[in-house]
């Protein structure tokens, strides 16, 4: 088959070829900076976080929040007023657990979301995770402070805008929980070399041993079978005793 369709795209097979050479080469740049240490080169491959399909719903989950700030968080207020203390939030008895809530969707949905894609280091990705999903907890709380306020206290319930903040967290945490919990491509082409090159060290066998029973390894050795080697032996040395004269042969029967 081809490598090219009829259309000048690669076809399946060239882009899974282009693929593994390109997984292979980041490899072996890891083991080569690791001083070929390959567990050292798995832990550096493991601190980047390779968003690939996930960073347009991050995105998303950006504009949403960033949007939702100018919208009515409940009835006048603004979801800034809530963020920022205003007057206007005092007025109308913002809640604490909104205020966190709006807090949350500014550090996580925002700065943190920010940053996990321009480092994509896969620290900030687990605290983005962290923090947006306990924003997602708290805009339950925030919607439930703004249904449950009684008929005399000033204000509405939930705005557009606290609906949008919570949705767009939610977006964010869907869209990490696809990358920050499983292995990326070049990690298990590392973990790979790792198993096969264990196989062949005694030492690592050895290693891998104590760590399934508990119990040091049984070194690998080869018995051979060499009683013929000795009775030859015994019977060369017994004919030259019997050659030398004036020597009794030891190896006979004594009367």
Not at 44 to 56: D, E, K, N, P, Y
Not at 175 to 185: Q, Y
Request: proline share 4%; hydrophobic share 40%.
């Amino acid at each position: 088959m081809s490598d090219v369709t009829k259309e000048g795209t690669p076809s399946l097979e060239e882009r899974q070829r282009r693929r593994t050479e390109a997984i292979n080469a980041r490899v072996d740049s890891l083991a080569e900076e690791a001083g070929g240490d390959l567990a050292r080169a798995e832990r550096r491959a493991a601190g980047t976080i390779i968003l690939g399909s996930a960073t347009v719903p991050l995105i998303i989950g950006i504009l949403l929040v960033v949007t939702a700030f100018f919208l009515p968080h409940s009835g006048e207020v603004r979801g800034y007023d809530v963020l920022l203390f205003s007057d206007r939030s005092d007025q109308f008895l913002t809640t604490m657990p909104e205020r966190i809530f709006v807090w949350l969707a500014f550090v996580g949905g925002i700065l943190l979301t920010a940053a996990t894609l321009i480092s994509k280091a896969t620290i900030v990705g687990w605290v983005n995770w962290v923090v947006c999903g306990i924003g997602v907890f708290y805009c339950f709380l925030a919607v439930g402070m703004r249904n449950t306020r009684g008929p005399e206290e000033p204000g509405s319930g939930p705005g557009i805008g606290l609906w949008l903040t919570g949705l767009g967290l939610l977006i964010i945490v869907i869209a990490l929980s696809t990358r920050v919990f499983r292995r990326t491509a070049v990690q298990s082409a590392i973990n790979t070399r790792r198993r096969e090159a264990a196989d062949k060290d005694e030492e690592s066998l050895a290693a891998q041993q104590r760590l399934r029973v508990g119990m040091p390894a049984v070194p690998h050795t080869t018995d051979v079978d060499d009683r013929r080697a000795r009775v030859a032996a015994r019977r060369r040395a017994r004919e030259e005793r019997e050659d030398q004269p004036g020597e009794p042969d030891q190896g006979s029967d004594t009367e």
